[in-house]
């Protein structure tokens, strides 16, 4: 099995040396990661500029480093060390969780969306219920994966799906896993308002205030509970319900 691995925490990153490692004991592994952290990149893609690659030395498999994003560095990894493709992507694991609408900005998530889209099966990782100030303990996820690589690895699935995988970060004995619907991450006071030495205002934006509001049923409240949460994705953003009303009502109109 061919093997290739990616993520937006950077080649350095000890997630994806995890991912690696695990990856190694069952195929091929080529390493083709961001040289630098480009987390909450999305599906963005570098078109503007060249993509530099860089072979380096690396613990597990062969590894390149590259300028770009993970969508760059799946495509990178089908041009340069797989040109006749590969079996399977996988990315991560982020420093980070990845669950509900949050998987929109994600460039973990991006990195399995680009596999998938490329044709192959496809699963991102990210450790989700992480306390601040704690270490991020990714040899959960790690060991996780070892223990139920088979099937997760091989599930039914079109070739529109790729996976998303939160694991949590607390763990005592074997880590239970729920397939679940993402939730939905609202939050408040997104943007946070500073001044500079100057006066001037700037804005910042990311980890603030989350409402965690009650989902049953979903990845919060899977993570919530201390099991893995695995999410099928779909390329197809269509909102097929609601399709069929639209074409009721206009066809009422008609
Ligand atoms: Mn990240």
């Known amino acids: 099995m061919r093997i290739l691995v990616t993520n937006d925490d950077g080649i350095f990153a000890p997630g994806l040396l995890t991912l690696a490692t695990v990856a190694a004991e069952f195929g091929e592994v080529v390493v083709v990661a961001p040289d630098r952290e480009r987390s909450c990149c999305g599906h963005a893609m570098t078109m503007r500029e060249p993509l530099r690659v860089t072979e380096v030395d690396y613990p597990v498999g062969r590894a390149f480093a590259v300028n770009g994003l993970p969508v760059d560095c799946v495509n990178v990894g089908l041009t340069v060390p797989y040109p006749d493709g590969c079996d399977l992507v996988l990315s991560g694991v982020n420093n980070g969780p990845n669950l509900g609408y949050d998987t929109t900005y994600s460039g973990t998530v991006a990195g399995a969306m680009e596999g998938a889209i490329n044709g192959i099966r496809s699963i991102a990782f990210s450790m989700a219920g992480l306390r601040h100030g704690e270490p991020i303990r990714y040899e959960i996820s790690g060991n996780w994966l070892r223990e139920h690589w088979s099937w997760l690895t091989t599930l039914p699935i079109t070739n529109e799906t790729f996976i998303n995988v939160n694991v949590p970060n607390e763990a005592t004995g074997p880590v239970g896993f ?77």
């Open 178 to 254: 729920r397939l679940v619907p993402m939730g939905q991450r609202v939050y408040e006071e997104r943007v946070e308002v500073r001044e500079d030495p100057w006066g001037r205002p700037y804005y910042w934006q990311g980890g603030v205030y989350v409402l965690d509001r009650k989902q049953p049923g979903t990845d919060f409240e899977a993570i919530g509970d201390g099991f893995v949460s695995i999410t099928p994705m779909t390329l197809d953003w269509t909102d097929h319900r609601v399709l069929a009303k639209l074409a009721e009502r206009v066809n009422s109109l008609t």
